[in-house]
């Protein structure tokens, strides 16, 4: 596996298998991590990461034959792997501190969170919710927001069961949405990207928003909310770990505008009845006063 600016430095050797290649340094030594990806699959646990057992490699600049499944199994039984955890909302990756165990390396450690992306993430996830027996909703299932016609519908209202997309930049922990419009018969083409700022636990603090074409994933706009330095760094990172963004945004376009034509159709024909669940842009039960986006939506529990 050759990797160029422009490739993910990972392959998915089996569902469970994931290998991991660093540029070649200046002697040409490739270094691979093997990693073998486990789960809790007890479904009352909230436990929201995977455990990473990895064996590290060096080969030689000739050395092309590929690693197979089989041969990555092997090398994983026969040696002292080194543990670690990966946080499916932000992507962090932490040692396992048990003397049972060795732990990742701090070369390793940090070298792997910028080489594990949005769509490593999500794969995971979805072994994640297959382990937990959960699934995301189909239309039928899903408790429909109150939406306004000139309001964004977004992705987590209608996958509650997906993964938060969360960046921890420099001690603050942000949160991203992104946000589509609702109107099944509108042909528009872009998303609007929504980042707020959970670190305060008293209060949420929108940073801003970023609007995009699809499918490019071009900015048509940028809004920042009180800290333009805050917005910049967490869409930095939010393009970072979304290396194909455009496609991303564009399938989920799509998704959405499949998923709210079968909801009217399906309304069109029934009596509406009263929403069962708070939307994003209701006030939020807490009686704070403010919308629920801006308050309890969201927000994550205290990291130990």
């Given at each position: 596996?050759?990797?160029?600016?422009?490739?993910?430095?990972?392959?998915?050797?089996?569902?469970?298998?994931?290998?991991?290649?660093?540029?070649?340094?200046?002697?040409?030594?490739?270094?691979?991590?093997?990693?073998?990806?486990?789960?809790?699959?007890?479904?009352?646990?909230?436990?929201?990461?995977?455990?990473?057992?990895?064996?590290?490699?060096?080969?030689?600049?000739?050395?092309?034959?590929?690693?197979?499944?089989?041969?990555?199994?092997?090398?994983?039984?026969?040696?002292?792997?080194?543990?670690?955890?990966?946080?499916?909302?932000?992507?962090?990756?932490?040692?396992?501190?048990?003397?049972?165990?060795?732990?990742?390396?701090?070369?390793?450690?940090?070298?792997?969170?910028?080489?594990?992306?949005?769509?490593?993430?999500?794969?995971?996830?979805?072994?994640?919710?297959?382990?937990?027996?959960?699934?995301?909703?189909?239309?039928?299932?899903?408790?429909?927001?109150?939406?306004?016609?000139?309001?964004?519908?977004?992705?987590?209202?209608?996958?509650?069961?997906?993964?938060?997309?969360?960046?921890?930049?420099?001690?603050?922990?942000?949160?991203?949405?992104?946000?589509?419009?609702?109107?099944?018969?509108?042909?528009?083409?872009?998303?609007?990207?929504?980042?707020?700022?959970?670190?305060?636990?008293?209060?949420?603090?929108?940073?801003?928003?970023?609007?995009?074409?699809?499918?490019?994933?071009?900015?048509?706009?940028?809004?920042?909310?009180?800290?333009?330095?805050?917005?910049?760094?967490?869409?930095?990172?939010?393009?970072?770990?979304?290396?194909?963004?455009?496609?991303?945004?564009?399938?989920?376009?799509?998704?959405?505008?499949?998923?709210?034509?079968?909801?009217?159709?399906?309304?069109?024909?029934?009596?509406?009845?009263?929403?069962a669940r708070v939307g994003r842009n209701d006030p939020c039960p807490c009686g704070s006063g403010k919308k629920h986006k801006q308050c309890c939506l969201g927000r994550p529990a205290p990291k130990g």
């Amino acid at each position: 596996m050759n990797v160029t600016a422009n490739q993910a430095p990972w392959t998915l050797l089996a569902p469970d298998l994931v290998l991991f290649e660093r540029p070649p340094g200046p002697s040409g030594t490739r270094r691979q991590l093997v990693c073998r990806t486990r789960y809790c699959a007890r479904p009352s646990c909230d436990c929201f990461e995977v455990t990473l057992s990895a064996v590290g490699l060096e080969l030689g600049a000739r050395d092309a034959t590929p690693l197979t499944s089989e041969a990555a199994r092997a090398l994983l039984g026969a040696a002292s792997p080194m543990r670690a955890f990966l946080s499916l909302d932000s992507g962090a990756v932490d040692p396992d501190d048990d003397p049972v165990y060795r732990p990742l390396s701090d070369e390793w450690l940090q070298w792997l969170e910028s080489a594990i992306d949005g769509e490593l993430l999500d794969l995971f996830h979805a072994q994640w919710l297959a382990q937990k027996g959960r699934h995301s909703p189909t239309w039928p299932e899903i408790d429909w927001p109150t939406v306004e016609s000139d309001e964004m519908l977004a992705w987590e209202d209608l996958h509650p069961e997906d993964r938060p997309d969360a960046f921890e930049l420099e001690g603050r922990f942000f949160v991203a949405a992104d946000l589509y419009c609702p109107n099944p018969a509108c042909s528009c083409a872009e998303a609007q990207l929504e980042f707020v700022d959970l670190s305060d636990d008293e209060e949420a603090r929108l940073v801003g928003f970023v609007r995009v074409g699809l499918p490019t994933g071009d900015v048509l706009e940028r809004r920042p909310s009180g800290d333009p330095a805050a917005l910049d760094a967490v869409w930095s990172a939010y393009r970072a770990r979304h290396r194909r963004l455009g496609e991303r945004l564009h399938a989920r376009r799509r998704a959405v505008a499949a998923l709210t034509q079968a909801h009217a159709a399906a309304t069109a024909a029934t009596p509406k009845r009263a929403p069962a669940r708070v939307g994003r842009n209701d006030p939020c039960p807490c009686g704070s006063g403010k919308k629920h986006k801006q308050c309890c939506l969201g927000r994550p529990a205290p990291k130990g």
